[in-house]
Each structure stands twice: as structure tokens, then as C-alpha cells.
């Protein structure tokens, strides 16, 4: 599980991830809610596999 860690920071850091570009505060909150739509598509997917395997 570290070596996963390690290798995610190393991208983040190679592909600029770590550094925020947003500028203006609109643009920020479309990504903010841009993030929590995916992570809660995510989950929903997630959710659903799983009841499909145990029901």
C-alpha cells in the first residue's frame, strides 16, 4: 500500500497536481462540485455492483 502511495505523490507532483492553478473563486467551486458529482458517481456505481453481487 506505500509503494501505491508513493507512486501517486510522484505522479502528482510530475504532472503538476500538487500546485493549484484556479484563479478565480467561481472556477474553483465548479471543480469542487465537479469533484464531489464524481466521487459520489463512484459510489454509486460501487453501491450498486455490490447489490448485484450479494442479491
Known amino acids: 500500500m506505500?509503494?501505491?502511495?508513493?507512486?501517486?505523490?510522484l505522479f502528482?507532483?510530475?504532472?503538476?497536481?500538487t500546485v493549484s492553478k484556479v484563479r478565480d473563486p467561481h472556477t474553483a467551486d465548479?471543480?469542487?462540485?465537479l469533484l464531489?458529482?464524481?466521487q459520489l458517481r463512484?459510489?454509486?456505481r460501487a453501491w450498486f455492483?455490490?447489490?448485484?453481487?450479494?442479491?
Open 12 to 17: 502528482k507532483q510530475t504532472l503538476g497536481w
Open 30 to 33: 465548479l471543480w469542487a462540485w
Open 36 to 38: 464531489i458529482a464524481a
Open 2 to 9: 506505500n509503494r501505491l502511495i508513493n507512486t501517486f505523490r
Open 42 to 44: 463512484l459510489r454509486q
Open 49 to 55: 455492483s455490490a447489490r448485484s453481487v450479494l442479491g
